[in-house]
């Protein structure tokens, strides 16, 4: 059941208490509705993906409420803090390396080292952040490969159903996406022309901004910076070989595996939103053990099973 509510001060602390609880709120921001979930919880952030149906996981803009908190979650240079303070609120997203004791999950970065942050310029999303008290991880509030959203009755037509709640706050102005801008090599790079104009940045800076080096960077899914196991994965196993390790889906390969073993299952009971939530925990786990080679279970190919075995694919790929 999807809650639609005209955004005032009771139904914002209701949305409040659900991202709390895990659960999605779309809430409009000054370019397009997002889709809401508590940043620092991979469950929440896992029922966003399946949401959307997005194919892959890529990494979401975690929305913050003032510069201290960006600061808690990045490590943000000089250059960075002037602009966000000449931008911030506003549609200028800063991507920067994720500090040691920052919040937000590894899923909502998609298993890089860096977060993309960004104040919104929209009384209700900041209040919504406010109340919550932690990171909003919010993509746009469309199905995938559908329009984003300026209206409530936009992200009602895609999501209802998906979503425990629905924000009401008219339409969104910039329509736009934001800005993004990348702190995490030598000089600034623009990963995103968006809504805050290049030159005016580039005022701010003092500086020209970069070139992405890399096109992969655009398509994040591909970046070889993604989290990628040591351990070496052999896909599709029906059964655990002797000196493997079992990464297992339902509780198949765990059965079948000698005694002593290491064997983690993303879900022992088969939901694939349970399992995108412990998909990039359990790889570093897996690490973390001495796991060198890991039987991987068979994992469905429908919802968040697409973006689960895309990712395992890259993980299995050989390593250059
Ligand atoms: P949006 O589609 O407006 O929600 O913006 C998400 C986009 O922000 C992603 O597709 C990336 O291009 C970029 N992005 C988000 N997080 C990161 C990150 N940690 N590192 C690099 N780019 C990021
Ligand atoms: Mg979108």
Do not use: Q
């Not at 509705?33 to 991979?42: E, F, I, M, Q, R």
């Not at 702190?183 to 290049?198: I, K, N």
């Not at 029906?238 to 509780?251: K, S």
């Not at 469905?300 to 299995?316: K, S």
Request: charge should be negative.
């Amino acid at each position: 059941m999807t809650i639609l509510a005209s955004a005032d001060s009771g139904s914002i602390a209701r949305a409040a208490e659900i991202l709390r609880e895990g659960g999605l709120v779309a809430f409009p921001t000054e370019t397009v509705y997002g889709l809401g979930a508590d940043a620092t919880s991979a469950w929440a952030v896992a029922r966003i993906y399946d949401a959307k149906g997005r194919p892959s996981f890529n990494p979401l803009i975690a929305h913050v409420a003032n510069i201290a908190a960006a600061r808690r979650e990045a490590e943000l240079p000089e250059a960075a803090i002037k602009l966000a303070e000449a931008f911030w609120p506003g549609p200028l997203t800063i991507v920067a390396p994720a500090a040691p004791g920052g919040s937000v999950c590894e899923l909502a970065r998609a298993g890089l080292p860096s977060v993309a942050l960004r104040i919104p310029d929209h009384p209700v999303a900041r209040a919504l952040i406010e109340a919550l008290g932690r990171p909003v991880a919010a993509p746009s509030a469309n199905r995938s490969g559908h329009v984003s959203p300026v209206t409530a009755a936009h992200v009602a037509e895609d999501l209802s159903g998906r979503v425990d709640m629905i924000l009401d706050g008219g339409r969104t102005t910039a329509g736009l996406e934001s800005t993004i801008v990348s702190f995490c090599d030598a000089e600034p790079t623009l990963l995103r022309p968006g809504a805050v104009a290049r030159e005016k940045i580039e005022k701010v800076l003092g500086a020209r901004l970069a070139a992405p080096e890399r096109a992969e960077i655009m398509a994040p899914g591909m970046t070889a910076s993604h989290y990628a196991p040591n351990a070496r994965l052999r896909l599709e196993a029906h059964e655990v070989g002797a000196g493997e390790a079992a990464l297992d889906f339902g509780g198949r390969l765990t059965a079948l595996a000698a005694p002593g073993a290491i064997a983690l299952d993303l879900s022992p009971k088969g939901d694939l939103v349970e399992a995108a939530a412990n998909l990039f925990a359990y790889l570093r786990e897996l690490d973390a053990r001495g796991a060198d080679k890991v039987a991987v279970a068979h994992i469905p190919e429908r919802g968040l099973g697409e973006a689960i075995n895309d990712r395992l694919r890259r993980a299995a790929a050989p390593k250059v």
